[in-house]
């Protein structure tokens, strides 16, 4: 009979990737928070849902940038979106 349970030097290998991979994306995440916050997003979804080209215009930015950085916040729980078009803040991005 074998044990479901990893072996302690297979966990401690996944425990050693997470943490690296925490390391590397974690200035991934610092950039995006920061985008947000220069653009105003929060401002901009203060008052309910909104588009990527609407915020691009507002903003004088590139609408497919735009899209890219609200899916990118959405991944990471700062707004949520049920279509893809329309984004909402989360509790995560106050006004």
Known sequence: MTSAQPSPARSA???????????????????TVRAAALYNLADHLADGADTAEAIAEAESTNPDATRRLLRTC????LMSSEDGHHFTGTSLLPP
Request: a negative charge; proline letters at 0%; glycine letters at 14%.
């Open 13 to 31: 290998e996944a425990q050693d990737y997470e943490h690296m991979m925490g390391m590397v994306t974690g200035f991934w995440v610092t950039q």
């Open 74 to 77: 959405a991944s990471l729980g």
